[in-house]
């Protein structure tokens, strides 16, 4: 199964491309879109429904797993996010991909196994899991890496639980 896990900005939107076949991980390709700042949030918008647009039809991903909205301090900086996460979402959608939402708590329990994990310690897990020789940069490519990572463990242990995984009937 194709993997894509966003981590959605304004100003970037890390990507990140996994094969999941049975319960291996394999780094397809991952990277980042960026926006300028200082022009129209609509222009930004627009830049990242146009960017997200071409990925999805490159790499075809069955799921695009998406990074919950999370915030505590600055509600215009939640708005423009929540507007990016909408045209990811839409352009998700019209590539026919299925969309799945996550939590940073349940990113962090999937990739580390702890909810209260630091930044460094699932940029290390990233890296480990996936073999890559080095950890992502920027940071939200690491961090679209562990959502999409947390897909594929959440659908390996779906799979488990209704028997459709390895043992299953």
Do not use: W
């Not at 990277?31 to 647009?53: F, N, V, W």
């Not at 075809?60 to 600055?74: D, G, Q, S």
């Not at 352009?91 to 349940?106: F, K, N, S, V």
């Not at 990113?107 to 702890?114: D, E, L, T």
């Amino acid at each position: 199964m194709k993997i894509m896990g966003i981590d959605p900005g304004i100003a970037i939107v890390g990507y990140g491309v996994i094969d999941q076949v049975g319960n291996r991980l394999k780094p397809v390709n991952y990277g980042s879109i960026q926006t300028e700042a200082g022009l129209p949030t609509a222009t930004r918008l627009k830049q990242i429904y146009d960017a997200a647009t071409t990925l999805f039809s490159h790499f075809k991903p069955e799921v695009v797993a998406i990074e919950k909205l999370f915030f505590n301090r600055n509600v215009t900086t939640a708005f423009t996010v929540g507007q990016a996460r909408g045209v990811i979402m839409l352009a998700a959608e019209e590539a026919g991909a299925a969309i799945t939402e996550y939590t940073p708590l349940q990113v962090k329990m999937a990739v580390v196994g702890y909810g209260q994990a630091q930044k460094r310690q699932i940029q290390e897990m990233v890296k480990t899991l996936l073999k890559l020789p080095d950890i992502p940069k920027p940071d939200d490519v690491a961090d679209a890496l562990g959502v999409a990572i947390c897909q594929a463990h959440s659908t390996t242990f779906t799979s488990l639980q209704t028997g459709k995984g390895r043992g299953g009937s």
